[in-house]
């Protein structure tokens, strides 16, 4: 049906103030739908009325109104997270109005939310100098997302990040610390372990920030025993149906979700470059938005979620035993496995940091341990077979060729299977090391103890094995650290070296501390910049 001038005039007025009473109510999608009527009916409407040369007032005061239509709708399409179609409607309302002070606002904040610092901030400096004089709320509204957006590009360009603060506050978890995204000098490749890997471009120091980076979705809680799998399964269930939602309300999460393995033909999956994850890349607008595939993504989270049970998230957020918390990290999702990993992450509210946890050479792949590597090899085989692979890092093959060639490793878990006194079956893997030629300098013993580490931590904890054995058996800092060199550091090694040292009456000196910091940087980063800190990090690992 047809209406005429003045029809359409007056529906314009009727619509022109419902959709804001819905924006206030937060019905965003009903707004919308009344923006969206409201803006088309402007457009149609603006034609006829520069057709009049006399009426350039009335122009002028609905092109002002389409232009607060549209900033409005980009303001209710960025709260249900539709940003490309929320920036699109900022960019046509700037077009009308530059100097626009809602649209300029709106459309930072958006950028800000995706990541891009300084586009934001340069937003935000023309909302305030373009627009004077304005409210002292505004400005002090305006100068808070400027220092904002000042503090996250600096941490996104140099990687300076410092929890020292938030861990002697003691962890708030109302108030997690305020990262930005960041990567440093890593590059994905061709790996020779399975499919495509993460590597460093230079020579890392053990403890240094190769990245941080922000969760596409998690799910969090506290399961009690009788609650069984069923509870994990709807947190699975909702985390997927998070995943599925912001992959089809943002095209750039969409595209790189679609970039991962789903575990099948790794061999022919393209290699991304590494710009397409960097914060300020923002190709996504100029792409094409494709309807995610449902299907497709679910068999990527199978391969790609990451648990945080393991994480130093856990421990700050008052972790008990029944913690579960699932997520996706992009950029973390193409680090492969290893049982000697060199890697550590850090899980802070819904970010990711992830730490060299010992010194990287330049062109080495970057690796996580999926599951605990301080366990014997027998029990890493079954654990990477539920995983789908078969580990073939430097000290699998190792171990695999000492079982082969010596009988007596053989013997020592026979050893254990029969109830044999630990501190006995330490002395037999000490002493039998010697005979094997087993080399400190490569990392073997430290494997090896790494792999006997139930036994090294059970006899420091019995008076009565260290009253017997204890001249026979290495001193704990010592096994400590040689299994940190070896496989990396945890809390675990780092409360069995600091233990150690306490227990001889050697703590407090200049090279113990010097040593409990080296470890504490290879467990938590160099991100607790204060010695303060890190002290306060160390006492919560021995407890």
């Not at 035993?321 to 999702?333: D, H, P, T």
């Not at 630990?422 to 037999?428: E, K, L, Q, T």
């Not at 036994?455 to 904890?461: D, H, V």
């Amino acid at each position: 049906m047809k209406i005429d001038d003045e029809e359409e005039e007056e529906l314009m007025q009727q619509l022109r103030f419902k959709p804001t009473e819905l924006l206030l109510r937060e019905e965003y999608k009903e707004s919308i739908k009344v923006y969206s009527n409201f803006i088309s009916l402007s457009k149609n409407h603006l034609p006829k009325i520069t057709s009049k040369s006399e009426n350039p007032d009335r122009f002028n005061k609905l092109q002002k109104t389409l232009c607060l239509a549209l900033s409005n709708r980009a303001d209710a399409k960025s709260k249900i997270r539709h940003y490309a179609e929320s920036l699109e409607d900022c960019n046509a309302a700037l077009e009308i109005e530059n100097t626009h002070f809602k649209t300029l606002v709106c459309k930072g904040k958006i950028l800000l939310h995706l990541n891009q610092y300084a586009n934001a901030s340069n937003c935000f400096q023309s909302a305030l100098h373009d627009n004077e004089p304005i409210q002292n709320s505004d400005f002090e509204m305006i100068n808070g997302f400027l220092d904002r957006c000042k503090k996250l590009e600096y941490q996104s360009r140099t990687g300076v990040f410092d929890l020292s603060d938030w861990v002697l506050n003691g962890f708030s978890k109302d108030q997690n610390p305020d990262l930005a995204e960041f990567i440093g000098p890593v590059e994905i490749k061709k790996s020779e372990v399975s499919g495509r890997g993460l590597f460093t471009t230079k020579n890392i120091e053990a403890g240094s920030l190769l990245f941080v980076t922000k969760a596409v979705a998690t799910d969090r809680g506290i399961f009690l025993p009788e609650c069984g799998e069923d509870s994990k399964m709807v947190m699975w269930k909702d985390f997927v149906d998070k995943i599925v939602d912001v992959a089809t309300k943002c095209r750039k999460t969409c595209d790189l979700i679609c970039r991962l393995s789903t575990g099948e033909e790794e061999e022919v999956l393209q290699v991304p470059d590494i710009s397409v994850f960097r914060p300020d890349n923002d190709d996504f607008l100029l792409t094409e938005y494709m309807k995610p595939d449902v299907a497709k993504i679910l068999n990527i989270l199978d391969v790609n979620s990451l648990t945080e049970e393991d994480g130093f998230s856990s421990k700050v957020l008052g972790k008990n035993s029944n913690y579960y918390g699932v997520g996706l990290w992009i950029l973390a999702s193409f680090i492969n496995h290893s049982c000697e990993p060199n890697a550590r992450r850090l899980h802070i509210g819904d970010h990711l940091m992830v730490h060299a946890s010992r010194d990287i050479k330049a062109g080495e792949e970057i690796f996580f341990a999926y599951f605990d590597v301080l366990t014997p090899l027998n029990k890493r085989i079954e654990m990477s077979k539920t995983w789908g692979f078969h580990c073939e890092c430097n000290r699998c093959r190792f171990e695999r060729d000492m079982f082969n060639r010596n009988q007596g490793l053989t013997e020592i878990e026979i050893l254990l299977e029969c109830g044999s006194d630990i501190g006995n079956v330490i002395v037999r893997l000490e002493e039998g090391m010697k005979r094997w030629m087993v080399k400190a300098e490569k990392r073997e013993k430290g494997y090896l103890r790494a792999s006997f580490w139930r036994i090294f931590t059970e006899a420091y904890q019995s008076e009565k094995s260290m009253q017997r054995w204890g001249r026979r058996i290495p001193p704990a800092e010592v096994v400590g650290e040689s299994v940190a060199e070896a496989v990396g550091s945890d809390e675990r090694v780092l409360k069995m070296v600091v233990d150690g040292l306490r227990r001889n009456g050697v703590i407090g000196g200049v090279v113990e501390m010097e040593k409990e910091m080296k470890l504490g940087r290879s467990v938590y980063g160099k991100v607790i910049k204060k010695r303060k800190a890190m002290k306060a990090l160390l006492e919560l690992c021995i407890r």
